[in-house]
């Protein structure tokens, strides 16, 4: 049997390990990730690793917009600008929802979304890619003199403007490199998805590109980097910065390069697809399809909005990553989705879902309130017992057993019922960071994107102070000061962290303080009444 002490310890540590994970959860992304992914680019830069069976190093060199090499010493990050030049476009295609340029070497030079709420920081309309990076559907050739030739001989477009926006069209790209023939055949859909045909003559082997991932936002809040779906359903995901060698897979259903809320994909659900990875310098994946002489696929290139992926094909929508507990964060987003459609703003939708959880949670929230309670009510009793037998550890835990026994207190029961919820809260932590859905969606008329931080901080605020009246409303039973001064500190830390957040995401922990609070307000008067009606039976 253990002693007082290590009840009182555990409980301790309980508590003390549950408001660690949060922090560290947070505080993470900020002080360790970056400079962990940092440290990994530069041991790849010493450790390059080149395996010649896979994909030919001759293949492999980058190239800008042009076909010249990028120098290997620039970072992807210092790329500022988006600009390609109207001299090195052959074709420009414009869907219902985007325009695709497409450059003299058939490749994907840029994409710009259409849609209004598609905007950047200069309220110019988002362009997917930066100028100088891997662009989607380069093709390089196992043959080293067909690939030299590939980089210098312009291709020709069957139409230099095509209109898809209200039917499919078709665009033929025709590259005649001398002793072979590239022919690229698009088939682009209204929605902005293409199927292609690649093919080559004289069975010349090529392997083809989707490219570097959208640069629009990759910060240090979610995950991005490339993503593939194996023939058995399961997803490899390695984040940018984490490829030190090339690296093949075979049965591949579709890559996909990703940042926060965009991805550049390739697909097939037909026949699947072999791809070799290969880091570039700074230790990115750069996905090679290989397309021997001829291949066909599909592909799309925009914001990894749900309905959107569904409507191409319902496993697309694992393009979107959740994380470790994307199997409680998927049915979690398809249940925010299904109260939008009745609420119809996403503002009161997170509100509306909030509640939900904390109704759900309810009877685990209660009996680790109850719990605090109790403990709260036995603490002078808990202290004669220590003093009475602080000579005795054995006689001292029999008694505090005796204790807990008999009024039904649990010293565990405040703490892990709060553990249990930990991944819930991670959950749709992952769903509100990564629904692009909340992209331009208003709240309230200060909050006019739920994806954007708070212009004004007020969510913030009211969070970080729901936090501090939580705190004084909730029982605490911590005898160490050094303890206590950590948790006081907590809204501040809280509220500090939360000041960058998503709207939406502020917004979903303010209003589960609030029902927080109201739940143990409840709970606490509930026991005022039980202390008074014992009070008034002992007279």
């Keep these: 049997m253990s002693n007082m002490n290590q009840n009182n310890g555990m409980q301790k540590r309980m508590l003390i390990m549950t408001v660690v994970v949060f922090v560290f959860f947070i505080a993470y992304e900020f002080l360790v990730l970056k400079p962990q992914q940092e440290e990994k680019a530069a041991l790849a830069k010493q450790e390059q690793v080149v395996q010649k069976k896979a994909t030919p190093d001759v293949t492999m060199v980058a190239t800008d917009v042009s076909g010249n090499p990028i120098e290997m010493s620039k970072s992807v990050d210092a790329l500022s600008t988006k600009a390609v030049a109207s001299s090195e476009i052959i074709s420009v295609i414009t869907t219902r929802e985007n325009t695709i340029e497409i450059d003299k070497f058939g490749r994907i030079a840029q994409i710009t979304l259409l849609e209004k709420k598609y905007i950047d920081e200069d309220g110019k309309q988002i362009k997917l890619f930066e100028s100088n990076q891997l662009r989607p559907l380069e093709v390089r050739f196992e043959d080293r003199n067909i690939n030299d030739k590939a980089f210098k001989i312009a291709a020709v477009a069957s139409a230099s403007t095509l209109n898809a926006s209200t039917s499919t069209q078709e665009l033929i790209i025709t590259q005649n490199l001398g002793e072979t023939v590239l022919t690229k055949k698009f088939t682009i859909y209204p929605d902005g998805h293409y199927d292609l045909n690649a093919s080559t003559t004289n069975k010349k082997s090529f392997f083809i590109t989707n490219g570097f991932r959208p640069n629009v936002l990759a910060d240090m809040y979610a995950v991005h980097g490339f993503m593939a779906k194996l023939a058995d359903d399961t997803l490899t995901t390695i984040e940018d910065g984490d490829l030190d060698k090339i690296e093949n897979l075979n049965g591949i259903k579709f890559i996909s390069n990703f940042d926060r809320y965009y991805a550049s994909v390739i697909y097939n659900f037909e026949k699947t697809l072999a791809v070799s990875l290969m880091p570039d310098n700074d230790s990115n994946v750069q996905a090679f399809i290989h397309g021997k002489d001829n291949i066909t696929f599909s592909g799309y290139a925009g914001p990894k909005n749900f309905k959107d992926l569904a409507a191409l094909n319902k ?34 939708t997170i509100v509306a879902l909030t509640i939900l959880i904390k109704l759900v949670l309810y009877p685990l929230s209660y009996k680790g309130m109850v719990s605090m309670q109790k403990l709260k009510d036995l603490a002078p009793k808990m202290k004669d017992i220590q003093a009475k037998y ?24 405040g703490c892990l019922p709060l553990i249990l919820q930990i991944p819930v809260f991670f959950a749709i932590y992952r769903v509100l960071l990564n629904s692009i859905e909340l992209k331009g969606a208003e709240w309230i008329w200060w909050v006019h994107d739920l994806a954007e931080m708070d212009p004004y901080f007020v969510l913030p605020i009211l969070m970080g102070a729901s936090m501090y009246l939580q705190q004084k409303i909730t029982p605490n039973t911590m005898q160490d000061e050094m303890q206590k001064k950590i948790f006081q500190l907590l809204p501040v830390i809280f509220t500090f962290f939360f000041l960058w957040f998503p709207a939406g995401l502020t917004l979903y922990w303010f209003v589960n303080n609030v029902f927080t609070i109201s739940q143990q307000y409840y709970i606490n008067q509930m026991f005022e009444r039980k202390r008074a009606e014992k009070q008034k039976a002992e007279k």
Excluded: C, R
Aim: proline residues 3%.
């Design 315 to 348: 496993e697309l929508t694992d393009v979107i990553d959740y994380g470790w507990f994307t199997f409680i964060a998927k049915p979690m987003f398809l249940l925010l989705q299904f109260l939008q459609g009745y609420i119809g703003n996403w503002g009161w």
């Design 390 to 413: 602080k000579d005795d550890k054995q006689k001292q835990s029999m008694h505090m057993m005796e204790l807990y026994k008999k009024h039904g207190a649990n010293p565990m029961g």
